[in-house]
């Protein structure tokens, strides 16, 4: 459906170059389709950009809901999802800094969500640490928190801090050694044995 297509079609857009750098008439030439168009099925560019998050944080849920029912333990699961997240196209960070500055709704939106996110989260903690994967304690507002700057620096360090790191190597080094913190021995040796069968894993 038309819809469809301009919400796709926006969110590859805004994450490649940002939200203000695409304009309207931009998003409709991309489409072969009139800007009129377009307003025929969304109010603004803000209506756009919401339904591109709504979208992609369904996606996400869904994702994560089936990795997570189909793995063997919750460890197996996240380093799938380490996995999956490894190679996914992330937003530019203006993408995120336009947000910030220019679309307080759609922020406050997504920061909702993410506390959602967290309860989700704490929900897996819990039952990691009753499968003995997890160490019993585990502070869950501080794990979740770091976490989320760990969620942060990957999605920005590459652009905002001068590393020389590539974004796959900044994701293993975070993601899997902060899961592999939180680990008993139990957990730790599957994490283990995960970095042992990388290619070329110098980890």
């Known amino acids: 459906m038309l819809r469809e297509r301009i919400i796709q079609q926006a969110t590859t857009l805004f994450g490649l170059h940002g939200i203000k750098n695409i ?5 409709a030439s991309s489409l072969g389709i009139s800007k009129r168009t377009i307003y025929k099925n969304f109010k603004n560019k803000e209506d756009i950009l919401k339904n591109c998050i709504l979208v992609s944080q369904e996606d996400r849920n869904h994702r994560v809901i089936e990795i997570m029912s189909q793995s063997e333990n919750i460890i197996d699961g996240c380093l799938q999802i380490i996995n999956h997240y490894k190679y996914a196209r992330l937003p530019v960070a203006i993408f995120w800094e336009d947000i910030y500055k220019y679309y307080p709704e759609t922020y406050q939106y997504i920061l909702e969500d993410a506390e959602k996110s967290n ?57 899997v050694n902060m899961l592999r913190g939180i680990s008993t ?15 070329h894993s110098n980890n």
């Not at 304009?23 to 998003?27: C, E, K, P, T, V």
């Not at 929900?123 to 989320?148: A, S, W």
């Not at 730790?188 to 995960?194: A, M, N, P, S």
């Open 23 to 27: 304009s309207m008439d931009d998003l």
């Open 119 to 175: 309860i989700y989260l704490k929900r897996l903690l819990k039952e990691g640490i009753e499968d003995n994967y997890f160490r019993k304690n585990l502070h869950f507002d501080e794990t979740v928190f770091m976490l989320d700057i760990s969620t942060c620096i990957v999605i920005y360090g590459i652009y905002s801090v001068r590393v020389s790191l590539s974004r796959t190597d900044m994701i293993f080094n975070i993601m």
């Open 185 to 199: 021995d139990k957990g730790i040796e599957i994490v283990d044995k995960y970095i042992a069968d990388l290619p």
